[in-house]
C-alpha cells in the first residue's frame, strides 16, 4: 500500500515520517535511538538509501538545533531575570574552547545534546553551527550504514 504520501507513507511500516521522528527526538534532550531505525530501513530496502541517509540527517540536525535554540533562549532569560550563571560543565568548554568544530562530534551519545546546549549558551554562530551538526551526524550514519554493509 502507497499511502497518501509515498515514502512518507507511515503506514506502510517505518518509512520516512518514522525516520524523521526518531531521528529528531534522537537529537534532543529526549532519549532514541535513530540509529536503530535506520538500518532496519536500509536493511528493508524498500526506500533509496541516499533518502534515508539525507532524511536521517536532516532531521536529527534539526533536533540538535532545537537543543542549540534552548540553550541560546536560556541565555536570555537569564539575563533578564539577572541571574546568569555559568554553568560549569565539560561540553560548555569544549564549546568555549574549540567553537562551532566542536559540534563536529553532536553526535556522540550523551555528549553530544550538550555540545548543542553549550553551543547555543555560548551564541556559537547559528549557521556554522547548523552545518557542524549536520556533517557530523551526517558522517555519522553515512559510516554506520557503510559498516553495516548497507550502503
Request: glycine share 14%; aromatic share 10%.
Amino acid at each position: 500500500m502507497d499511502g497518501l504520501f509515498g515514502e512518507w507513507a507511515i503506514s506502510d511500516g517505518m518509512g520516512l515520517g518514522g525516520l524523521a521522528l526518531s531521528a529528531f527526538l534522537s537529537s534532543t534532550l529526549l532519549p532514541g535511538s535513530s540509529e536503530v531505525v535506520l538500518l532496519l530501513l536500509l536493511r528493508d530496502g524498500q526506500i533509496a538509501p541516499a533518502s534515508l541517509l539525507v532524511v536521517a540527517s536532516v532531521a536529527n540536525t534539526l533536533g540538535g538545533l532545537s537543543t542549540y535554540l534552548i540553550g541560546y533562549g536560556l541565555v536570555l532569560g537569564l539575563i533578564k531575570s539577572g541571574r546568569i550563571k555559568r554553568p560549569q560543565a565539560r561540553a560548555l568548554v569544549w564549546a568555549e574552547q574549540w567553537g562551532y568544530v566542536v559540534l563536529l562530534f553532536s553526535w556522540l551519545p550523551v555528549i553530544g545534546d550538550g555540545l548543542c546546549l553549550a553551543a547555543g549558551w555560548l551564541r556559537v554562530p547559528w549557521l556554522a553551527a547548523l552545518l557542524a551538526m549536520f556533517v557530523g551526524k551526517a558522517a555519522r550514519y553515512t559510516m554506520l550504514a557503510y559498516l553495516a554493509g548497507l550502503y
